[in-house]
């Protein structure tokens, strides 16, 4: 059964620093992976997703991540950090014989963003 | 083009009750899918539909049921409810492919008394 780690539950940083937010995985095969924003009172909304190719994976608002087979990571990052980027960040992995609707999720991280 | 819709809002029943919660894919979409996301946790698989027939189910007792219509809107049926299921309950469209995006609804928060 394929599960996912977010090590950090609280995680604050201070405007215009940079972000990185980790993810481990565990799965037998390449996963499909997946980062979802979530804010207060708000569904989630994809980041961005990993299903092959390249391993650094452009998103929106500027975020990306970087997949690594030999660490089982999938660690979010974002070069400077806005106000509005105060969130909560969950990491969530799939397999590839199904679709996104049956993915796996991590607890969450909760950023902070110090003006 | 409308995004996923999710009513109620909010919604307090007491245990024992059963309740109903009702989500309206988005346009095109004709995969839904449910998760319960307790306070402080993430998201957890609850079922999926696809084209009216369900698809796949998360570690949920069968008091946790569902539908979806012909038009591909869904409803989530919780029999017997125990506290442990004041949660928000998530529903996600999709468009029938492996690989593609699912998009979510607003949440419907519920607490049982």
């Known amino acids: 059964a394929q599960s996912v780690t977010q090590p950090d539950i609280h995680i604050t940083v201070s405007e215009g620093a940079s972000l990185e937010l980790r993810c481990n995985y565990s799965y037998g095969a390449t996963p499909y992976l997946f980062w979802y924003v979530q804010s207060p009172g708000q569904g989630l909304q994809l980041l961005l997703k990993?299903?092959?190719?390249?391993?650094l994976v452009q998103g929106i608002k500027g975020f990306e991540a970087e997949f690594k087979r030999s660490q089982s990571s999938f660690n979010l990052r974002k070069p400077s950090v806005h106000w509005s980027d105060a969130a909560e960040y969950f990491c969530?992995?799939?397999?590839?014989?199904?679709?996104?609707?049956?993915?796996?999720f991590g607890d969450g991280t909760t950023l902070t963003v110090k003006p | 083009e409308t995004g996923v819709t999710q009513s109620p809002t909010h919604l307090i029943k007491t245990r024992g009750q059963q309740v109903t919660l009702r989500c309206s894919s988005q346009?095109?979409?004709?995969?839904v899918s449910w998760y319960q996301q307790a306070l402080g946790q993430g998201p957890q698989f609850i079922f999926q539909?696809?084209?009216?027939?369900?698809?796949g189910r998360g570690n949920f007792p069968p008091r946790f049921s569902g539908l979806q219509f012909p038009n591909y809107s869904s409803e989530l049926n919780v029999n017997a409810l125990e506290l442990d299921d004041s949660a928000l309950y998530l529903c996600?469209?999709?468009?029938?492919?492996?690989?593609?995006?699912?998009?979510f609804g607003p949440g419907t928060r519920l607490t049982v008394l």
């Open positions: 539909y696809y084209r009216e027939e369900e698809n």
């Open positions: 990993y299903f092959s190719g390249d391993t």
């Open positions: 996600a469209s999709s468009p029938a492919d492996i690989t593609d995006t699912q998009y």
């Open positions: 346009s095109g979409h004709n995969t």
């Open positions: 969530a992995v799939g397999a590839p014989d199904t679709n996104a609707g049956k993915s796996t």
